[in-house]
Structures are given as structure tokens and as C-alpha cells.
């Protein structure tokens, strides 16, 4: 079978003997290297599967990934299956929308022109007489931006809101002393208490004045502007 080395062997060039038998050995030689290396890369292949190590001609540095499997037996008979007890409760959603004293209670004056002694000649809100001390709710979700004890108004508030898309601000006045501990700034939940009906400011006796003024503008009916979205 011929082989590089004979190929060598019958090249036309007459070579001198002692020359052509170095070449024959580096031939075998490198022949030998080829088959060693051969033999140690198989090796190498064999024992780096087996040893779960990098097989031979991958860099060390690659990440190793050693599958790893875990099982969790849970066992669960009738015998020991759990029965939870709930109590009954109920939850409760406030309407987004609510009057800012309970439905039904007096009024004393309206919205609109007026004629009265030592007060403007049109009422900018509604007052309410629910009796002194009464709590007063907001109207809606919103955020404080005027709480304040000075004035005509008394002890009063302003909330802004927004209700099916519309700014509205809602107005809280002549309320109790001491019974408005809210800031500007703060968020009001819908229905939560603002204060209570007091006598403060330019007032006549303990009741409510409550204005809305939609998009900041001008005050409008506040009890008629709720009635429509109230229902
Ligand atoms: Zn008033």
C-alpha cells in the first residue's frame, strides 16, 4: 500500500542517500505525531464526557451546565385534606358620587339671587342646617387645595375633583373650629369626613354654606349639578 513516505521514495530527483534517509524519518515521524495525537484526542473526548468535564479541544473557560433534577413527593389523602372555615362579610363600595350631608336635610337658602341682611345678594352655594356639630363628607375623591380658618368663609375647605372626566371644586364653609385637620395637598377619599357644621365666619347660625364651581369656572346649583349625576 503506498504510502507519503514510499511517494517520497520515487520522486525523478536523485537524491543523495544520506539525505533521502533524514527525510524518511521526518516522515515517519510526523506520521507517528499524526497518530498519537490522534489516539489522545479520542482519549480525550472519551474521559471528558465521561468525567462530565469539557470534552478535549473545548475551552475551560465556557460554562459547564450540570443538569440537575429535584422532586417534591406531596401527599394528600381525604384523611388529611384541610376544611377552611370563612366568616361572612360584606363589601362595601361607595357610590363615586355622594351628597356632602345625608339626603333630605334642611335648607335654609338657596342658590341663586337673594335678599337678606348683611349677606351677598346672590348666594353663591346652598345652606344646609343639619344642626351644629353635624359631619360634612366629600363629595367625591379628590385633593385639598385651600383649608383655611380666615375670612367670611370661617373655617373652611376647597377639594378639587375630577367626576366622569370634569374638574369640579367643591366648597366647605363656616365649619367647626378645630374640626378641619385636613391640609392642602391631602387626598380625600369620597365620603370622608371634612369637618363638622359650625358657625365660623360670616355666618347666622351652625350651617353648611356649599358651593361647585365645574372646570374652576363660576358657581353653579350644587345640589342640582349632584341631583343629575346622583340620580
Ligand atoms: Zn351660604
Redesign the pocket.
Known amino acids: 500500500m503506498p504510502t507519503k513516505t514510499s511517494s517520497i521514495r520515487v520522486a525523478p530527483v536523485a537524491l543523495h542517500r544520506g539525505f533521502e534517509r533524514r527525510i524518511n524519518r521526518v516522515a515517519v515521524v510526523k506520521s507517528l505525531r499524526r497518530r498519537v495525537a490522534l489516539t489522545m484526542g479520542v482519549f480525550g473526548v472519551i474521559v471528558g464526557v465521561g468525567a462530565g468535564l469539557p470534552a478535549y479541544g473545548q475551552s475551560l473557560e465556557q460554562p459547564v451546565t450540570v443538569p440537575q433534577t429535584q422532586s417534591l413527593a406531596v401527599v394528600n389523602t381525604p384523611d388529611t385534606a384541610l376544611t377552611i372555615a370563612r366568616d361572612t362579610y360584606t363589601v362595601y363600595v361607595p357610590p363615586a358620587l355622594q351628597y356632602p350631608l345625608a339626603p333630605g336635610t334642611s335648607l335654609s337658602?338657596g342658590f341663586g339671587p337673594r335678599q337678606c341682611n348683611g349677606c351677598s345678594t346672590y348666594?353663591e352655594?346652598v345652606?344646609l342646617t343639619p344642626g351644629a356639630g353635624t359631619p360634612i363628607s366629600a363629595i367625591a375623591a379628590g385633593v385639598v387645595v385651600v383649608a383655611s380658618s380666615a375670612g367670611p368663609l370661617g373655617v373652611h375647605a376647597e377639594i378639587e375633583h375630577v367626576i366622569n372626566g370634569e374638574s369640579v371644586r367643591s366648597v366647605y364653609a363656616h365649619m367647626e373650629t378645630g374640626s378641619l385637620t385636613l391640609r392642602v395637598g391631602d387626598p380625600v377619599l369620597v365620603g370622608q369626613v371634612i369637618g363638622t357644621v359650625g358657625d365660623t365666619g360670616n355666618s347666622y347660625g351652625a350651617h353648611l354654606?356649599f358651593e361647585l364651581h365645574p372646570q374652576g369656572a363660576s358657581a353653579v346649583d350644587p345640589y342640582g349639578w349632584l341631583a343629575a349625576r346622583i340620580g
Open positions: 337658602s348666594h352655594g345652606d354654606h
